[in-house]
């Protein structure tokens, strides 16, 4: 029997729902129960693909080619639980969804109303696609008072009175902010924020209280007196030194007991034994380097959410502190690179779209070659660094990438058709943005030899992509006559996947994105590498 868990949060936005709902997932996992998470988002976009990273923040890419919330990332990062493309959906999805019925005529003629047709996708959404899990947490996107969430709350109070409260519970994130003028702790907005919750007919069963401090026993009674519940069920969410020790003071505070209270389930306490070893590998590393950032919207690090996450991975496979400098590109189309780059160990260029930028990228895989330093480039990054060798390496002052317009060498260009499995995938000329990438899962294979088949310990491995543009095939021959490697090809050998400087110490630019797939309890082994590298370098500086 699948038992659904709902968060919702209240006060202000980005206080944490993604995190909460990805830690109690790890919890019940720790007591023997399995786990699917899902976000409901509330704004009208059919997916976050054609949002600026700005506006939204990293684009999360599945297995199954879906682009999502960067959420569904800390999802599969704490419960190692691959995400699908049923478990994001968006208003935008949804009133596609039941406008397309409507055409069909699959409503008879009725007047289509938010109430039922809306609410009733909503729900067919949330459960469907759950394989018999234990439990499918449910976040939902947004602040309680939106108007954007009402259809999504409405939907998920008549789940609750259809499937009965045995089988749901309702769990909400609020801020109890810290006043230093008055000296304490302020409950009123989460009173406030619960009463609103209250007012859609939705009776929360935990309150997460997010706190930057220990909230005080008569704070916590009060909350618990003016939301109607048990002290117990008034769980803080402190701040704490790492994201990966969330999980273990949510259980010191009762969380996961609580919902299994709920539940009325008796299970084995979780084994916390991995988190503790990662917090304390995060908290006591035994040396520090210094990776550059060199991207196109440094501004805003949750545009890189997964990058900065695997990054830290890495770190604690090497039992080192990761230290990250974000750098904008377009700094090196103004200066000399070597001011920002010469005391880094390693430099990384990674994802983006577009001609803004690219110049200074470039220049940062130029000074990473010439200077010997260790350089990951990822998608963008790999591209990049490709252009730089045909200018550098085989004398093609004019190469470039069709993506920026006409050039006399395009060594990136757009392809327009591929093979997925024994499946021909075609581009479409003038087709939707949201369309036109190859997205998810594809397998490479990797050359015997190669640097890149040491890291994997494989010759064929599967990694998710998302992009528009290739490198172009037709300059493989000349490229490696230069001495740049194509380690790694698409099954079909058309598409170049992994590139590499054999005569450097750690040179490697890849099409797909690896930092999707890392994890603190299983480091991606590209970025484990690359990080051992940094370490490497730091000794020599």
């Known amino acids: 029997m699948t038992r659904f868990i709902f968060i919702t949060g209240g006060v202000v936005s ?7 709902a990805a830690s109690l997932g790890a919890l019940l996992q720790g007591r023997g129960f399995s786990v699917r998470l899902r976000k409901l988002d509330p704004y009208l976009n059919v997916d976050p693909g054609t949002m600026s990273p700005y ?8 297995d199954d080619g879906a682009e999502t919330d960067l959420d569904l990332g800390h999802y599969e990062r704490f419960t190692g639980v691959p995400a699908r ?6 208003t935008g999805k949804i009133y596609s969804t039941v406008i397309a019925r409507e055409r069909r005529g ?9 109430i039922p047709h809306v609410t009733d996708a909503i729900k067919e959404f949330i459960q469907a696609d759950v394989d018999d899990c234990d439990f499918v947490l449910c976040e939902i996107g947004g602040t309680v008072g939106d108007i954007e969430s009402l259809p999504f709350l409405e939907a998920i109070r008549q789940l609750a009175n ?12 609020t801020l109890v902010p810290w006043i230093p003028s008055a000296g304490e702790l302020k409950t009123k907005p989460t009173q406030h924020s619960a009463k609103e919750l209250l007012a859609v007919g939705i009776q929360a069963d935990i309150l997460l209280c997010r706190c930057d401090r220990p909230i005080p026993p008569a704070a916590r009674r009060k909350i ?7 002290e117990e069920q008034v769980i803080p969410a402190i701040d704490v030194a790492t994201i990966y020790e969330v ?7 009762g969380f996961d007991e609580q919902v299994c209270r709920h539940f009325d389930l008796t299970a084995p306490e979780p084994d916390l034994t991995r988190w503790r070893e990662i917090t304390e590998r995060i908290r006591q590393p035994e040396g520090d380097v210094t990776v550059a950032i060199v ?46 780059l010469e005391n880094v160990h390693g430099i990384l260029v990674p994802g983006g779209f577009g001609e803004r930028g690219s110049e200074g990228k470039i220049a940062a895989a130029r000074f990473a070659r010439e200077r010997k330093v260790p350089y990951f480039g990822i998608c963008f990054g790999m591209q990049m660094a490709v252009i730089e060798a045909a200018r550098s390496l085989l004398g093609l002052n004019g190469a470039g990438s069709s993506e920026f317009g006409e050039c006399p060498d395009p060594v990136v260009g757009l392809m327009t058709e591929w093979m997925r499995g024994n499946d021909l995938e075609r581009r479409e000329a003038g087709g939707d943005l949201g369309g036109t990438m190859r997205l998810g899962a594809y397998d490479c294979v990797i050359a015997p030899g190669s640097r890149a088949a040491a890291i994997y310990s494989a010759t064929r491995i599967s990694e998710r992509h998302r992009h528009r543009y290739e490198v172009n095939i037709n300059y493989r021959d000349r490229l490696e006559s230069a001495g740049l490697r194509f380690s790694g090809m698409s099954p079909d050998g058309v598409l170049p996947e992994i590139v590499e400087l054999p005569s450097h110490p750690w040179f490697t630019g890849v099409q797909f994105h690896p930092e999707l797939k890392s994890k603190p309890f299983a480091p991606h082994p590209l970025f484990t590498s690359f990080v051992r590298a940094a370490l490497e370098q730091s000794r020599l500086v």
Not at 85 to 90: A, I, N
């Open 295 to 340: 991207g196109k919207y440094t501004h805003l690090t949750d545009s890189y959410k997964s990058l900065g996450e695997a990054l830290v991975h890495g770190g604690i496979a090497n039992n080192v502190r990761v230290h990250l400098n974000w750098i904008d590109s377009e700094i090196f189309e103004r200066e000399d690179a070597v001011q920002h």
């Open 85 to 90: 493309r049923s478990d994001s959906v968006t």
């Open 247 to 253: 999980p273990i003071t949510y259980h010191a505070e």
């Open 106 to 114: 699959e409503y008879l003629g009725a007047t289509v109303q938010v």
């Open 55 to 62: 506006q939204h923040g990293e684009v999360y890419v599945t």
């Open 162 to 173: 259809e499937l009965g409260r045995e089988r749901t519970m309702f769990v909400h994130l």
């Open 14 to 20: 980005s206080l944490g729902k993604g995190l909460s």
């Open 224 to 230: 618990a007196l003016f939301c109607n519940l048990r």
